[in-house]
């Protein structure tokens, strides 16, 4: 379950910082004056910070010889960065989005959906460049700075529980609030100290103008739907000629390309195997219902509502988006259904104004409704049922207006009581889709590839657009081509 992002209190922490701290600094990459109202030991205590909030919200991809090799290609970027004594921190998140993102003071994420894009090593050293490049020159701490983000870090108000927040500041706060948008002029420097530092680096650095072709198919695929590495990043039209008449001319003024790595092999060797899209071990919806095989419970939702998924929790979002039911496990030390509910009504702000014991699917379980107010005055109601599977209570949570609050509580009441184990063999053995490498027989195309490997989620032209290639385009015998191994 659950990635909807870094808890409030980062946020909080970082309108703290704002506050009285007004002044400018050198920009470390170009030497200029820039924003910044927060000092390098702040930064760094904010990206520690956080980083404990997104490993807790994402997890980390479960291979210690992936996360190595990703760490140690950071690192050797970032030793010759304009930042190096930073303390620098390289993770590959299980996440399945096409992204990467970096945090104030040196912490850097690919999530595992952006590397089957990638070619070689070389195309993830031009990535963690960017990246980089944003915090060398602390392009988010200049954002940060901006009055923008302090108003709406001061807007949001406290949270009394995570059990608790509302729904209408769920899609704003956390992850997303660091996920900056950054200023075209911050991009285009970011690419080109990105360039600069690959190249440094031992790096070819005409392979990053290249991977940038992917995400102008992967827009064009998508109906101009950004991937969210370039919804959080903005590309102007013209970054693939500017990155690649960069990379041309410092190959060119290096006399030639033949020291410089590419790293196609040992790159698709340490992918190999990697989960590909959701992993449905941890949850997936079908029918109406949401299966999570791994913790072994299922639910119904209400028809025509969001779901989002994530290590920590699940989240079911009306189409008005001002309602909806979270569902995740209460701390381990809780005993029983009753005593969770009656420790939520102890928080400051929070009422229960009725209670009782049930049986739901034959499990011990209380149902509970509140009426919580936060700082601000706001008032929610909320039906929150605790239902006790083997010693762990799963608290299943609809929030609403007051004026909301009666049209959807008969929906919060039929999706708390549809909570039931999960016993159905075929759904508990379900297994992710994988990445693979195939060897190229006897010439042939991705087209008669995917034919062998047949996969209802992964199409030919999908597979061309992960190797790069066209779908017919021939392909000589000994090619080494990603494939997506069927899982279910």
Not at 410 to 438: H, K, M, N, T, W
Not at 445 to 469: H, K, Y
Request: proline share 5%; glycine share 10%; aromatic share 8%.
């Amino acid at each position: 379950m659950g990635h909807n992002g870094l808890q409030q209190s980062t946020v909080i922490l970082l309108a703290l910082f704002l506050v009285g701290l007004a002044g400018c600094a050198k920009n470390p990459v170009t030497g200029e004056r820039q924003l910044a109202l927060i000092s390098e030991s702040q930064e760094v205590a904010l990206g520690r910070q956080a980083n404990k909030e997104v490993t807790a919200q994402y997890g980390t991809v479960d291979d210690p010889s992936l996360q190595r090799y990703f760490s140690d290609v950071g690192q050797k970027i970032a030793a010759i960065s304009d930042r190096p004594d930073l303390p620098w921190h390289f993770a590959v998140v299980d996440d399945p989005v096409v992204n990467a993102f970096a945090l104030p003071g040196g912490f850097v994420y690919f999530a595992r959906g952006i590397l089957p894009y990638m070619n070689n090593e070389a195309e993830m050293a031009g990535v963690l460049g960017h990246e980089i490049g944003h915090v060398a020159a602390r392009h988010a701490v200049t954002q940060a700075s901006k009055a923008e983000l302090f108003s709406l870090g001061l807007g949001l108000g406290s949270i009394l529980s995570p059990t608790f927040q509302q729904f209408s500041g769920l899609a704003q706060q956390g992850v997303g609030l660091l996920f900056l948008k950054y200023s075209r002029d911050d991009e285009s420097q970011a690419d080109r100290i990105g360039v600069r530092y690959m190249y440094k680096a031992g790096y070819d650095p005409r392979e990053l103008s290249d991977f940038f072709t992917v995400f102008q198919k992967l827009e064009e695929k998508s109906k101009g739907s950004l991937p969210t590495w370039l919804s959080t990043h903005p590309a102007p039209p013209d970054r693939i000629q500017r990155t690649h008449q960069l990379a041309a001319q410092l190959v060119s003024e290096s006399g030639g390309s033949s020291s410089l790595q590419v790293g196609r092999n040992q790159f698709l060797q340490q992918i190999d195997g990697l989960v590909y899209g959701e992993n449905p071990r941890e949850g997936f919806t079908q029918d109406g219902h949401f299966y999570h095989p791994d913790m072994q419970f299922q639910l119904r939702y209400p028809s025509g509502w969001q779901v989002s998924n994530s290590k920590s929790m699940v989240t079911f979002v009306a189409p008005s988006g001002r309602v909806g039911i979270q569902l995740a496990l209460a701390p381990a030390e809780v005993t029983s259904p009753r005593a969770r509910a009656e420790e939520l009504a102890q928080q400051p702000g929070v009422q229960m104004q009725s209670g009782e014991s049930q049986r739901i699917s034959g499990l011990s379980a209380y149902v509970a409704r509140y009426q919580v107010t936060d700082q601000s005055g706001t008032v929610v109601q909320v039906l929150a049922g605790f239902i006790d599977k083997r010693n762990q209570i799963f608290e299943i949570v609809g929030i609403a207006a007051p004026s909301d609050f009666r049209q959807y509580s008969s929906q919060f009441r039929e999706v708390i009581g549809s909570f039931a184990p999960l016993s159905d063999s075929r759904i508990l053995g379900v297994q992710p889709d994988r990445l693979d490498l195939y060897t190229i027989q006897r010439g042939g195309t991705i087209q008669d590839v995917a034919g062998l490997f047949p996969n209802p989620r992964v199409d030919a032209r999908q597979l061309a657009l992960l190797n790069r290639v066209g779908p017919t385009e021939s392909l000589s015998a000994g090619t080494i081509v990603k494939i997506v191994r069927s899982g279910r």
